[in-house]
Structure formats: structure tokens, C-alpha cells
Nanobody, 127 residues
């Protein structure tokens, strides 16, 4: 089983950018599709973006389309989430998660289907 560690969060102003990293340990990382989720205070954890086991077929939640980009570096066992044009409503703890379910090309926004979770990284966007 893989172990996931997020990094890259911080305090920024509206309109700024951040790049979050999700570093994975474990030789089976290539058999996992990876998703990013976020949880704001008092709210449920929600889907943000996901990429398939092949590193392709990105999927995004509607509110982040055109602003966030998910990408992978298989040589580094790392999945990135580039956050551009940040808004105060993007403030949350961001988590990456992995699942071995599905095909090589599928992604899922269902957090219940993810088996492995990182500890989260805080993103705070001031207005």
C-alpha cells in the first residue's frame, strides 16, 4: 500500500497561485488513480480533481475548471495540483487520495472509493 504526503499549502491573496504536491511512497503507486479533495471548516470534504492510473483523463469539479490543473510526474511518484486565480472560497484543507479501483483510464469523484489518504495541507486565501 502507498503512503501519501501533501505539501505546498500556504496563505496567499486572492488572485495568487499555489502548487500542491502529493508525494507517494511504495512501488505500487502506478496502480493508483489519484484525486484531490478539500474540506472547509464546517463543510463536507468535496472533490476537486482526479487523474487516472495512466496519469491522463483529468477530471475537475466545475468551480475549479480553468483555474486548477492536475498533473503527474511518474518518475517522482508525485501528483501536483496547480491552483491559479485563487479565491477566498478556495480556502480549505486539501487532501490527496489514491484508489486502485477502476480501470487504467478511469477516474472517480466519489470519496468513498478512495482507500488511501494523505494528512492534508492548508490553503488560505485572503480577500
Amino acid at each position: 500500500q502507498v503512503h501519501l504526503v501533501e505539501s505546498g499549502g500556504g496563505l496567499v491573496q486572492a488572485g495568487d497561485s499555489l502548487r500542491l504536491s502529493c508525494a507517494a511512497s511504495g512501488r505500487t503507486f502506478g496502480t493508483y488513480s489519484v484525486g484531490w479533495f478539500r474540506q472547509a471548516p464546517g463543510k463536507e470534504r468535496e472533490f476537486v480533481a482526479a487523474v487516472s492510473k495512466t496519469g491522463g483523463n483529468p477530471r475537475y469539479e466545475d468551480s475549479v475548471k480553468g483555474r486548477f490543473t492536475i498533473s503527474t510526474d511518474n518518475s517522482q511518484n508525485t501528483v501536483y495540483l496547480q491552483l491559479n486565480s485563487l479565491k477566498p472560497e478556495d480556502t480549505a484543507v486539501y487532501y490527496c487520495a489514491g484508489t486502485q479501483k477502476g480501470t487504467w483510464f478511469s477516474t472517480t469523484s466519489d470519496r468513498g472509493l478512495y482507500d488511501v489518504w494523505g494528512q492534508g495541507t492548508q490553503v488560505t486565501v485572503s480577500s
